[in-house]
């Protein structure tokens, strides 16, 4: 049985002083890195490890997972020391894709906001596949008992 959603689809962090800017204000490119960060968490919280849907060199796997569309939108200044909540909500899009939406929230208040679109490759074909079954399974729980926005 799969953990509480709860568990793998919100997710918390700190601003570190590494991701802000000279201005002191979070450096804009961060917020799609949380975002990546954030899916490849929830998905080994739910229990996939990442070579079961990541190639790599020593093991490469037959589908690749590109992501092929991303957004982030900034709704709120965050700076160093700022408590993040950040809200998964894993949607599928057909049998080879999926969106990820991202909430991010400071001590209750919307700051940010992002997606990520994925898709399904062969490796060796670059074509597009159907998505891994752990992915499907990932996918299919998190329709069942996903967490709210923050």
Avoid at 14 to 27: K, P, S, Y
Avoid at 88 to 109: A, H, I, K, M, Q
Avoid at 113 to 118: A, E, F, Y
């Amino acid at each position: 049985m799969a953990p509480d959603p709860s568990s793998w689809l919100l997710l918390c962090r700190t601003v570190r002083f590494g991701d802000t800017d000279a201005a002191g204000v979070l450096h804009a490119p961060r917020l799609l890195s949380w975002c990546h960060e954030a899916y490849e968490e929830s998905l080994e919280r739910y229990g996939i490890g990442a070579a079961e849907v990541f190639p790599t060199p020593d093991h490469p796997l037959a589908v690749a997972l590109p992501i092929v569309h991303c957004r982030a939108d900034y709704l709120k200044p965050l700076v160093c020391g700022d408590p993040l909540a950040i809200a998964l909500e894993p949607r599928r899009l057909d049998p080879g894709g999926f969106e990820v939406g991202y909430s991010f929230s400071c001590n209750g208040t919307a700051v940010a906001r992002g997606l990520t679109c994925h898709v399904a490759i062969e490796t060796a074909s670059r074509r597009r596949c159907r998505l891994p079954e752990p992915l499907n399974r990932w996918l299919e729980a998190s329709s069942l008992g996903g967490v709210q926005p923050l």
